[in-house]
């Protein structure tokens, strides 16, 4: 089992949907939790930290589920600029393959 | 503020050559450093870190070394490069082990072995 496992879309959806990404992970003892989006042939670049109690920033937000060993990333009103493709990282250097999202008009 | 620079952006390399990539942070001191790569399609595969001078932790066995010879600096080499070892290279710093307050990363190199 890979340490951290995400779908890889892709996930087309409309403007101004609600989308959510999962990820999980096989270390239960892993601490930190991060979503990081990356756009095409660009670096990867921190989108905001997940913790314990779940987190949210505008129209984004972070969820921890530690029983079940997951994290999620829910996008309220998608919009076409937040097509990308979405990383998550376990424990600081754990990255997840990716999930990629594009938003049509 | 914080800046970290990679270079070069893009490099074309033939099979059996060697392979020198820098990257350099500005701004902090003793960085944790890293090197990532980021296979078509792929996510990213943790080659090495360092937390200080001369000190590098390998991820996985390859024809790949790092060395860091000054506290902002980290660099990758190969004395031969494979076909396999085309992709997208990404430095990254972080200012606690194991990136426990996030990554950031520089502009990539992307790296196509011939």
């Known amino acids: 089992r890979k340490e951290v496992e995400q779908d890889p879309g892709p996930f087309n959806v409309p403007e101004g949907a609600t989308v959510a990404f999962n990820c999980t992970y096989s270390n239960s003892a892993s601490q930190s939790f991060f979503w990081y989006r990356q756009d095409c042939r660009k670096e990867p670049k921190l989108l905001m930290s997940v913790y314990s109690s779940g987190n949210e920033d505008g129209r984004f937000t972070a969820q921890l589920n530690r029983a079940s060993q997951y994290i999620s990333l829910l996008i309220r009103d998608s919009k076409l600029s937040d097509s990308a493709t979405y990383l998550c990282v376990v424990n600081g250097e754990r990255f997840g393959a990716g999930t990629r999202l594009t938003v049509k008009p | 503020s914080q800046t970290i620079h990679q270079w070069p952006a893009t490099l074309v390399q033939p099979v059996g050559s060697p392979l020198s990539l820098e990257c350099t942070v500005e701004?902090?001191?003793?960085?944790?450093l890293y090197w990532y790569r980021q296979a078509a399609g792929r996510g990213l595969q943790l080659l090495f870190y360092s937390v200080g001078i001369g000190q590098i932790s390998s991820e996985v066995p390859q024809n790949l070394s790092a060395s860091r010879p000054q506290d902002r600096q980290f660099i990758l080499s190969s004395k031969k490069l494979l076909l396999s070892d085309s992709g997208f290279y990404l430095c990254?710093?972080?200012?606690?082990?194991?990136?426990?307050?996030?990554?950031?990363f520089g502009s990539g190199t992307r790296l196509t072995v011939v």
């Open positions: 990254a710093w972080s200012v606690n082990s194991q990136g426990e307050d996030g990554y950031t």
């Open positions: 701004g902090t001191s003793n960085p944790n």
